[in-house]
């Protein structure tokens, strides 16, 4: 009998039930479901580039940029094309068979859409696999973004619910859940997760992880990020979850979502690999490498790399990429960290 049952009605009090699992059983039945549906030595491996960083309307408490929060950060305009398939092409030599392209965005303006639809193609003609973060999309929005040939689109729940106002108040849980439908019904895959360690209760990880799961179809990507606590952002301030706590919201998140790929996404800079580790075990099989996600800082590849090759991982496409002796893409990766504050990079000088 399969362990990995696809459900989409998940009740509130059996995702707490799991939560509430001695560690070793948590373990146990996540990573038993984890290998009777995928390789649990191979990790997908993406690449996240800002395309167009700061200035957003929104008032997300967790994100530097935002319009509304002093955190240092300089807006820039959209990437051209060129540059972002300089990017594009780094990725793949480094071993990603996926580009993720963000724009701070509340949704991208009509005018944008050719510019968009041709990037889509770019980077697809190099042989990767496509994915974008833009904000709220249209119906007619992402049907373009498909016919261009789009393979992923993310947009995060961030959280439950219940706890949705306290994180952002300028964009409804529903709105999220609209343009999920929008994204899904235009052929596309759907990439969606949330944010943990931001104040919320554990019965709100639950919550977060049950409106996933009970999705008419489940997300193809789940990223699982750790608040990464940003100076003049209102939870600057706010106490670090417990790491064990986070390893138990990926290993639920691989029980009630057993087909989906769960990433390590936002925070894995302050991670050990002791903690990366668990996360593996527990049904992660999926990250974002390089020296940046979006604006805050993230494992450069070479210590992926070191780590995958410690714990006998291995991409999920392609040959293992041999990043130490790449002194190239380290030299631009060194320079593109920002020694001062180890927070932002100017994208636009890529």
């Known amino acids: 009998m399969s362990l ?44 996240l580039l800002s395309i167009k960083t700061g200035a957003c309307p929104e008032d997300c408490k967790y994100c530097p940029q935002s319009a509304r929060y002093d955190t240092g950060l300089e807006k820039e305009r959209l990437l051209e094309i060129e540059k972002v398939l300089t990017e594009a092409k780094s990725a793949k030599a480094a071993g990603a068979s996926r580009f993720c392209m963000g724009a701070a965005w509340r949704n991208p303006r009509d005018k944008d859409m050719p510019y968009l639809t041709q990037m889509v193609k770019d980077v697809r003609a190099l042989g990767m696999e496509t994915c974008m973060t833009l904000g709220m999309l249209s119906s007619e929005q992402a049907d373009k973004l498909a016919d261009a040939g789009l393979d992923y689109y993310n947009h995060n729940l961030d959280t439950s619910p219940e706890y949705y106002g306290d ?8 709105s999220r859940l609209d343009t999920l439908t929008n994204v899904r019904a235009s052929g596309m895959k759907v990439c969606s997760g949330g944010i943990v360690g931001m104040g919320e209760k554990a019965t709100d990880r639950a919550g977060l992880l049950q409106q996933l799961a009970n999705l008419e ?117 060194s320079a593109k960290q920002d020694k001062s504050t180890k927070q932002f990079f100017d994208a636009a000088a890529l």
């Open 4 to 47: 990995a049952e696809v459900r989409h009605n998940w009740q509130k009090a059996e995702i707490e039930a799991l939560f509430a699992l001695p560690m070793n059983d948590l373990l146990f039945k996540a990573h038993s479901i984890h290998r009777e549906t995928f390789d649990p030595n191979e990790v997908q491996i993406s690449r």
């Open 167 to 174: 994180v952002i108040t300028t964009r409804t849980y529903q």
């Open 217 to 333: 179809q489940h997300p193809d990507s789940v990223p699982i990020n750790m608040l990464v606590k940003v100076a003049g952002t209102p939870f600057e301030k706010l106490d670090d979850l417990d790491p064990l706590e986070f390893v138990r919201t990926i290993a639920v998140a691989r029980i009630l979502m057993p087909k989906s790929r769960v990433r390590l996404s936002a925070g894995r800079e302050n991670m050990s690999d002791e903690l990366q580790s668990m996360c593996f075990f527990a049904g992660a099989n999926s990250i974002f490498y390089g020296c940046k996600l979006l604006t805050t800082p993230n494992p450069e590849e070479n210590d992926d790399m070191s780590l995958f090759r410690r714990l006998g991982l291995h991409p999920e496409q392609g040959p293992q990429a041999n990043i130490e002796n790449d002194s190239a893409l380290l030299a631009k990766a």
